[in-house]
């Protein structure tokens, strides 16, 4: 089983910037896909931005495109998001998920049920 933590989040100002980032643990890690979602209160889980191992595509929200970037760091099994240009809208509740299924990395990499694990979750809020 693998673990997620996320973390990063806080309190930002609008136009400002954070980095999430998301550590896994656990057995020999596989993945092949690691994506970002994010709940708002009172709304569904949507999808940020996904990463898929096997040929290094990204994938955004049309809401984040240009303003946020995924990437990666093998050595230390650890995705980051970075967030700039930070809206109001962006507040909500940030999580890290991944998959060892390459059907579901392709198939479903921007779909929450594309995902296996997940991760606590960590607090994003964006003031204006």
């Known amino acids: 089983q693998v673990q997620l933590v996320e973390s990063g989040g806080g309190l930002v100002q609008a136009g400002g910037s954070l980095r999430l980032s998301c550590a896994a643990s656990?057995?020999?890690?596989?993945?092949?896909?690691m994506g970002w979602f994010r709940q708002a209160p009172e709304k569904q889980r949507e999808f940020v931005a996904a990463f898929r191992w096997v040929d290094a595509s990204t994938y955004y929200a049309d809401s984040v495109k240009g303003r946020f970037t995924i990437s990666r760091d093998n050595a230390k099994n650890t995705v980051y998001l970075q967030m700039n240009s930070l809206t109001p809208e962006d507040t909500a509740v940030y999580y890290c998920a991944t998959t060892e299924s390459r059907w579901k990395a392709t198939i479903q990499v921007m779909d929450v049920m594309g995902y296996d694990s997940w991760g606590q979750g960590t607090q994003v809020t964006v003031s204006s």
């Open positions: 656990g057995h020999t890690f596989s993945p092949s896909a």
